[in-house]
Each structure stands twice: as structure tokens, then as C-alpha cells.
């Protein structure tokens, strides 16, 4: 297979997006995917007041349903307020089952062939359930200061909470299953709370400091949801395989401090994810968010380029699919690859580097973009620039979308942000 340098990087680039078309098995699971193409969660701050899915959800995910992709992962869906993003993000409860019944059966019943799993969530330090930062930490992290500040004195929650945590978890799957979704994530990425508890080396307690107690919450809840379920409900993870934030702070890092990655702890949680029952991870990776105060004197941070952030996306699915040959990663951050995306991510997964190619930003850019690349219609023109503009909404608690795009629904919004 030919090689794509992009930006220093070589990327396996195929000759046809022929093995984007094929369909995806996962073992172990009663689910098929149609194809190797999944839109990736993406928040948007734009749910009714009661946190259900609004017209702004509806907007944006027919679109997903009709892009040809042959899986959708629903955004961050909360089941405490105080886990909540901001206050227009989605949550399911009892009280709002309904409305999600509704907006599965929508999609499902004109796309019934694409596999829909949601993405159970609490966000943590970054919680603003009222529109004003109110962080939920499990331990001191100062490499996510650029987003919320949080002392080395702020209180962490307890061992009781997170057990209730775990708690709200397993029902929030009940919930979701009821709502007719085909499975769900139990998200471990991006600092959010079971995030941050991976690099809790610091905490005490049944949570913090060995790997094995870093790594109960998000272990021990997919159990918990799996033993609950059984066959027949996926129940996927999205992890960072590194946080390219210095050890200790940073979880897959070298413990020199510097920037390097070690996928020793990588490596030994995937493995445990799969002993839980795990057979489908949504690879990803942390962008380059050090606080120079807390690195040592000298210490270089890496650029941040778009080619190195996907470079690193895709270094690490590849690791873990060569290392777990019997699971199936989704590897992220095609999107930055704009017009040579489809090549690169039909090399990726004929090559076996990844088992599903997600877009996230992409989707939102580009209408029907999964079929596009498949049927060798695809129109650098229309795609994503990586302008940025829908992470400012998102930023601003605003419903989020393509602004460039999508501009008679999004631009408007983006507009009012620019101004304020």
C-alpha cells in the first residue's frame, strides 16, 4: 500500500475508499456495522430546558442519519444535573424518557440499518450545569487550568460519590436501552471525571494512586452495566490512549516528565475493558494542554499542528488494534485530514490500523460525506475547513454546528457569540 506524507507524517493511503464500504463485525456482540465509517460524539449544547433532545439535536443528527455512516455515537448524555456540561446539554431521566424515545424512533425508523450508541457521561471538572463553572474534581490536575481553574486546596468528591456515580450509570443504560439506542459509551476521555481519575495518583482512598484503583470507576461501571444488560446492548468505551500532559498529571505517559508516551497502562486498561466485556473502543487523544509552571525547568512543549495531532490519533488506534486483534477500535481525528481524508482513512482501515474511520467535525460540515467517500463522490470543497468556529459556540453554551457550512442555521449564532 502506496504511503501519504502529511505534514512529516506517513500515513497508509489506499487506492479506492473501496474498504470504507464494507461492513464492520464486532465480536462478541449481536451488531453488525453496514460500514467502516462512524460519526463521532460531539457536544451541542442544545437541548430543551428539560435537557431532552431539541430541534437543534433533531437538526443535527437527521443529518448524521442521512450521511451513509454505519454508526452514530450520540454526545455526552448526562443523568445528574450536577454532571451536566452546561445547561442546554442532554440528559435522560425518567421524566424526559419519552422525548428520547421519540428522537430514537425518528432516526431509527428512516435509517434503520445505522447502529445509534450514546455516550454516558459526567463531566466533571468542566460541569457548568447553570452556565457558570461548577467543577466536580476527583483530583488536582493543574494541565487543565486552561479551561477551568481549579486550587490545589479545592475539596475532591469522596469514595460515596462515585460509588452513586457508578449508580447513576447503570440506570442511565436502562434508560438508554428503554430509549431503543444499540448501546452505550462509558466515556473515559478528555479530563471529564472518569477521565481525570485514570491519572489520580495522588488520591487516596479505593479510587486513587494504583492502577488498579485508577482504573476501578470506568472498569467496574462497565461490568456493572454489562452484568445489568447482558446480550444484545453494546456497551462501548472512549478513552484517550495518552493525555500528551506530563506524568503524573497525564495518564499513558513517560514518568521522565517529559512529553514522551509509554502505553504500558494504555495497553494493561484496554485489557481490563476487555475482560469486562468490552469489544469496541473509540480511540482518541489529548491535545497538548501543559501548564508550564508545573513541568520541569527546560522542559519543551511539542507543536500542536494539525497533521501531529492526527499523527497522534492514529499512532495510538493502531497500537491498541495490533495489540487487541479480536476487538475493534474506532480511530478519531479524520476530519483534520480534510480532502485527503477519504484515501488515508480507507488505507487506515484496509490496513488494519483501525477497524471503523470516525469524523467528527466533518459531519457536521458535510452532508451525506460518509456516502460521498464511498461512492468516490467526495468534494474537498465541501469539507471541513478546521476553522474552528463550531468549538466557539460550543465554548459559548450555544447550540453547536457548522457556521461555514450550515450557515443559515449556525451562522446566525455565531454571529451573536462574536459580538458579545
Not at 476527583?138 to 469514595?159: E, I, L, M, Q, W
Request: proline share 6%.
Amino acid at each position: 500500500m502506496e504511503q501519504k506524507v502529511i505534514g512529516g507524517h506517513a500515513f497508509p493511503c489506499a487506492a479506492s475508499t473501496a474498504a470504507l464500504g464494507r461492513p464492520v463485525s464486532i465480536p462478541g456482540e449481536r451488531i453488525t456495522l453496514k460500514n467502516a465509517i462512524s460519526v463521532q460524539p460531539l457536544e451541542g449544547q442544545d437541548g430543551t430546558e428539560g435537557n431532552a433532545p431539541g430541534d437543534y439535536t433533531r437538526h443535527r443528527y437527521r443529518r448524521f442519519f442521512e450521511s451513509g455512516a454505519g454508526l452514530v455515537w450520540l454526545e455526552s448524555l448526562a443523568f445528574e444535573t450536577d454532571a451536566l456540561s452546561g445547561p442546554n446539554a442532554l440528559m435522560i431521566t425518567q421524566k424526559n424518557l419519552d422525548a428520547y424515545k421519540r428522537f430514537v424512533d425518528e432516526l431509527k425508523d428512516a435509517h434503520p440499518d445505522v447502529a445509534f450508541i450514546a455516550q454516558l457521561t459526567h463531566a466533571g471538572r468542566f460541569a457548568q450545569p447553570e452556565g457558570r463553572p461548577a467543577p466536580v474534581i476527583a483530583t488536582f490536575n493543574p494541565h487543565y487550568d486552561g479551561r477551568v481553574k481549579v486550587d490545589p486546596d479545592y475539596p475532591v468528591v469522596s469514595d460515596e460519590y462515585l460509588d452513586r456515580v457508578q449508580e447513576s450509570f447503570v440506570k442511565g443504560a436502562e434508560l438508554c436501552r428503554q430509549a431503543g439506542f444499540d448501546g452505550v459509551d462509558v466515556k473515559g476521555c478528555h479530563g471529564y471525571l472518569f477521565s481525570e481519575l485514570l491519572s489520580a495518583r495522588s488520591r487516596e482512598g479505593r479510587y486513587g494512586g494504583s492502577f488498579e484503583n485508577r482504573t476501578r470507576l470506568l472498569v467496574e461501571t462497565i461490568r456493572a452495566i454489562k452484568a445489568q444488560q447482558g446480550a444484545g446492548f453494546v456497551v462501548a468505551s472512549r478513552i484517550c490512549h495518552a493525555d500528551t500532559i506530563p506524568y503524573p498529571y497525564g495518564f499513558g505517559m513517560a514518568e521522565d516528565g517529559s512529553f514522551d508516551y509509554d502505553p504500558a497502562e494504555t495497553l494493561r486498561l484496554v485489557g481490563a475493558l476487555h475482560d469486562a466485556g468490552v469489544n469496541l473502543v473509540n480511540v482518541s487523544v489529548g491535545r497538548v494542554t501543559a501548564n508550564a509552571a508545573y513541568l520541569p525547568a527546560g522542559t519543551p512543549i511539542p507543536q500542536d499542528t494539525n497533521e501531529d495531532l492526527f499523527n497522534r490519533f492514529f499512532q495510538g488506534a493502531r497500537l491498541l488494534s495490533e495489540a487487541f486483534p479480536d476487538m475493534r477500535f474506532v480511530g478519531s481525528g479524520f476530519s483534520l485530514l480534510r480532502g485527503d481524508a477519504p484515501l488515508v482513512a480507507a488505507g487506515a482501515v484496509e490496513s488494519g490500523a483501525v477497524a471503523v474511520a470516525g469524523f467528527g467535525r466533518m459531519a457536521l460540515a458535510y452532508p451525506g460525506f460518509a456516502d460521498a467517500m464511498m461512492n468516490g463522490a467526495f468534494d474537498p470543497a465541501l469539507t471541513c475547513t478546521v476553522c474552528g468556529n463550531c468549538y466557539k459556540l460550543l465554548r459559548a453554551l450555544e447550540p453547536t454546528g457548522c457556521p461555514t457550512r450550515d450557515k443559515d442555521t449556525y451562522l446566525p449564532l455565531l454571529r451573536q457569540v462574536l459580538g458579545k
